[in-house]
């Protein structure tokens, strides 16, 4: 990422993930696997961060991410 990218990234304060979170991490953590970018699928850990993040907000933001992500993909390598 470049610096003007992480500036605005989220980053969450750990200390106030709710255990449940947590726990459903440790349990999809063996299941996670890399993205292709230029195709990008919501994951089930997507989804647990963005509950825990976004709350009802989640599915909404999810969806942008991405359609933004595919989109700034494909603009780079089309």
Same mark, same amino acid.
């Given at each position: 990422? =470049?610096?003007?990218? !992480? =500036?605005? +990234?989220? $980053? /969450?304060?750990?200390?106030? $993930?709710?255990?449940? +979170? !947590?726990?459903?991490? $440790?349990? =999809?953590?063996?299941? $996670? &696997? %890399? *993205? +292709?970018?230029? +195709? /990008?699928? !919501? #994951? &089930?850990?997507?989804? !647990?961060?963005?509950?825990?993040? %976004?709350?009802?907000?989640? &599915? =909404? *933001? *999810?969806?942008?991410? #991405?359609?933004?992500?595919?989109? *700034?993909?494909? #603009? #780079?390598? /089309?």
């Amino acid at each position: 990422m =470049e610096v003007s990218d !992480i =500036e605005k +990234t989220y $980053i /969450p304060v750990l200390d106030s $993930i709710s255990q449940e +979170t !947590i726990d459903a991490l $440790i349990a =999809e953590n063996d299941s $996670i &696997e %890399f *993205l +292709t970018l230029a +195709t /990008p699928e !919501i #994951r &089930e850990v997507d989804r !647990i961060w963005a509950n825990e993040l %976004f709350r009802e907000n989640a &599915e =909404e *933001l *999810l969806n942008s991410a #991405r359609r933004m992500l595919e989109y *700034l993909a494909n #603009r #780079r390598n /089309p």
